[in-house]
């Protein structure tokens, strides 16, 4: 049973530019959040997904924006990238239950680097 | 959300009993405790999770006084592997806006 799968691992780009970051959620998890970790910190919420929409979200500007298939991965979406936007990206995944704090399974990340 | 407060770092050596606490004065009727651990350049993996009293699992044990303000999470005879950064997590729903803190930096030493 594969966990959560994210691509790439790393990546390089230039201020402007923008970058599409991927994530499979563990088999039979329905939803899917995205984390931003500068180092040395704690992982920010950036928003959650279920049922292809975007339900919650962090204090992230418009620049980032997300989807969430069918199949129920998901896509981040960084615009215009900045420096301070050079980070491990997290993704997510869990059941939803509205009664229960359910566990999240985390992958292991993309580091974008913003040069 | 319930804030949570924890210390900045510890430091242990191997073999000891390790108590990491945090401090959530606000926490709701409905919210559940939940600890993760995270190392380097990983994403963080979920160690236990409780309501109230006592839960232990296979890797750690959480206490939580009957006020539920604050919850001691316990790990016995620590390893140097146990070196890691440990968050606490105040929530009721299934990781909706879950809200990490800083987390507390466990330095296990030989």
């Known amino acids: 049973d594969a966990g959560v799968t994210q691509s790439p691992t790393h990546l390089i780009k230039t201020r402007g530019q923008q970058v599409t970051l991927r994530c499979s959620p563990k088999?039979?998890?329905?939803?899917v959040s995205w984390y931003q970790q500068a180092l040395g910190q704690g992982p920010q919420f950036i928003f959650q997904?279920?049922?292809?929409?975007?339900?919650q979200r962090g204090n992230f500007p418009d620049r980032f924006s997300g989807h969430q298939f069918p199949n129920y991965s998901s896509e981040l979406n960084v615009n215009a990238l900045l420096l301070g936007d050079s980070a491990l990206y997290l993704c997510?995944?869990?059941?939803?239950?509205?009664?229960?704090?359910?566990?999240?399974?985390f992958g292991e990340g993309s580091r974008l680097t913003v040069l | 959300l319930a804030k949570t407060t924890q210390p900045i770092s510890m430091d242990s050596y191997e073999g000891q009993e390790v108590n990491i606490t945090c401090s959530h004065n606000n926490i709701a009727t409905n919210d559940y405790i939940t600890w993760y651990q995270q190392f380097p350049s990983q994403g963080p993996r979920f160690i236990i999770q409780?309501?109230?009293t006592k839960v232990t699992n296979e890797v750690a044990s959480l206490f939580i006084p009957a006020d539920r303000k604050s919850s001691t999470l316990s790990l016995p005879r620590v390893s140097l592997s146990d070196t890691a950064v440990y968050y606490c997590?105040?929530?009721?729903?299934?990781?909706?806006?879950?809200?990490f803190g800083a987390g507390t930096r466990l330095f296990v030493k030989a």
């Open positions: 997590l105040v929530g009721n729903t299934g990781g909706f806006k879950t809200i």
């Open positions: 409780g309501y109230k």
């Open positions: 997904y279920y049922e292809e929409e975007e339900r």
């Open positions: 088999s039979g998890h329905d939803t």
């Open positions: 997510a995944s869990s059941l939803l239950d509205r009664g229960l704090m359910g566990e999240l399974f």
